[in-house]
T-cell receptor, first 114, second 113 residues
Framework: GAGVSQSPSNKVTEKGKDVELRCDPI?????LYWYRQSLGQGLEFLIY????????KSGLPSDRFSAERTGGSVSTLTIQRTQQEDSAVYLC????????????FGSGTQLSVL | GQQVMQIPQYQHVQEGEDFTTYCNSS?????IQWYKQRPGGHPVFLIQ?????EVKKQKRLTFQFGEAKKNSSLHITATQTTDVGTYFC?????????????FGDGTTLTVKP
């Protein structure tokens, strides 16, 4: 596609439920990032995929959070047993690769945990 | 770990006034990027600085990278209402920190017409 695509754009869930957020990066981009942005706050790094290397998971806030990237393209961020503090905008970004770091962001998924 | 701090958090200016936001890293950076996020939007890439002491200009925007590659600034001359938004710096570290960009908390600019 022309840009980074994220789905759904909005997700409302009940506390304790699991959610899956999807990111479809720009074709040919080998690097993919997930960030979290709470209302009026900065960007909190969650996880980074680069090609076939092991992902950098150092930003995942708890073991309820996991992400995978299949075939070096689409990525899914899964949050298990959601909590109210998980409510935020989840942003995905991709870039051409490790040494071309211009990040292209998707429009994000607004997650609301009731 | 690597930390990137940005000041001020908020800046309110009258249209036509200048604006500057500053970014400081706890570690030496390999490069720094600047992004702009309009209200309700997602961050959009503005520029990347790589060299020590580098200065780049985009119309009314001037970007600087410090000599030690630990700080950077974005200066907007004669702000316009279209400049409204949050400006983020993102620093990429060296060595073990080279894999990801660490974002500052951003400076939110409001411009009064």
């Amino acid at each position: 596609g022309a840009g980074v695509s994220q789905s759904p754009s909005n997700k409302v869930t009940e506390k304790g439920k699991d959610v899956e957020l999807r990111c479809d990066p720009i074709s040919g981009h080998t690097a993919l990032y997930w960030y979290r942005q709470s209302l009026g706050q900065g960007l909190e790094f969650l996880i980074y995929f680069q090609g076939n290397s092991a992902p950098d998971k150092s930003g995942l806030p708890s073991d309820r959070f996991s992400a995978e990237r299949t075939g070096g393209s689409v990525s899914t961020l899964t949050i298990q047993r959601t909590q109210q503090e998980d409510s935020a905008v989840y942003l995905c970004a991709s870039s051409l690769g490790r040494y071309n770091e211009k990040l292209f962001f998707g429009s994000g998924t607004q997650l609301s945990v009731l | 770990g690597q930390q990137v701090m940005q000041i001020p958090q908020y800046q309110h200016v009258q249209e036509g006034e200048d604006f500057t936001t500053y970014c400081n890293s706890s570690t030496t950076l390999s490069n720094i990027q600047w992004y702009k996020q309009r209200p309700g939007g997602h961050p959009v890439f503005l520029i990347q600085l790589v060299k020590s002491g580098e200065v780049k200009k985009q119309k009314r925007l001037t970007f600087q990278f410090g000599e030690a590659k630990k700080n950077s600034s974005l200066h907007i001359t004669a702000t316009q209402t279209t400049d409204v938004g949050t400006y983020f710096c993102a620093g990429r570290g060296q060595g073990a920190n080279a894999g990801k960009s660490t974002f500052g908390d951003g400076t939110t600019l409001t411009v009064k017409p």
